[in-house]
């Protein structure tokens, strides 16, 4: 069966596979770009490629060298400190808008996402899929758009360093801990307990990929000595 023409020439497709393979690791951190075996391998033409590309860029997902190549960002511990702290204030905005705002439902959908956190606690990936779950129901329920913008923005860029920061199961059981309190706190309509409770997980959160990046790369560092 041919390929239809939007796989083939659109560039909208080539950047969600490039932001995919980027936010996924499957491009490693400081992998090169190169157009022709890139554009070979997605099936596409040199100009849906670049479109993409330039995109990327423009989000901070790719960099432009100034020899002119195009890099897959490496992981800094700097920028991940950043990005996590802007997270963690929109974050602590977010729980203090929901407690003013929630229903009695929206209460019985945060504990149900909490439910299937539990339940798959054990899992990395279910269990981040799960806590990305609840934190966009308290970004609902808190209804600033703007802060819900910003929050997506950031979200996407994070992708990229959520799986070091619940690799193991003791950050993850901290980590529905965390979520059981905020969601008590949001349910008692305790806007301050709840800000700061969001601000502490994602500072948390933080701290655990500083650690696993830095481990990492130290690791990484060693092996070529």
Not at 146 to 153: C, D, I, L
Not at 200 to 206: I, K, L, N, Y
Request: charged share 25%; hydrophobic share 45%; proline share 4%.
């Amino acid at each position: 069966m041919p390929e239809s023409p939007a796989r083939n020439t659109g560039a909208h497709y080539v950047y969600a596979e490039l932001k995919r393979r980027i936010l996924g690791l499957e491009l490693k951190p400081g992998e090169r770009i190169y157009e022709p075996a890139m554009a070979s391998a997605l099936q596409v033409s040199r100009t849906p490629l670049r479109e993409a590309i330039r995109r990327l860029i423009s989000e901070g997902l790719l960099e432009q060298q100034p020899t002119g190549g195009v890099l897959v960002p490496a992981l800094d511990e700097g920028a991940i400190s950043e990005l996590y702290e802007v997270r963690a204030a929109i974050e602590s905005l977010m729980a203090r808008n929901a407690c003013l705002k929630a229903t009695p439902d929206d209460i019985e959908a945060l504990h149900g996402i909490l439910e299937r956190n539990a339940a798959m606690v054990t899992f990395a990936d279910d269990a981040m899929q799960q806590g990305m779950a609840l934190h966009a129901k308290i970004a609902a329920i808190a209804g600033n758009s703007w802060a819900r913008r910003f929050h997506g923005q950031i979200s996407s860029h994070m992708e990229r360093y959520r799986h070091f920061t619940n690799s193991t199961q003791e950050r993850r059981d901290q980590a529905l801990a965390q979520h059981r309190t905020l969601v008590e706190a949001i349910a008692g309509g305790d806007p301050e307990k709840a800000a700061a409770i969001a601000f502490e997980h994602v500072m948390g959160a933080r701290d655990a990929a500083v650690r696993a990046i830095s481990g990492a790369t130290g690791a990484s560092t060693a092996a070529g000595a």
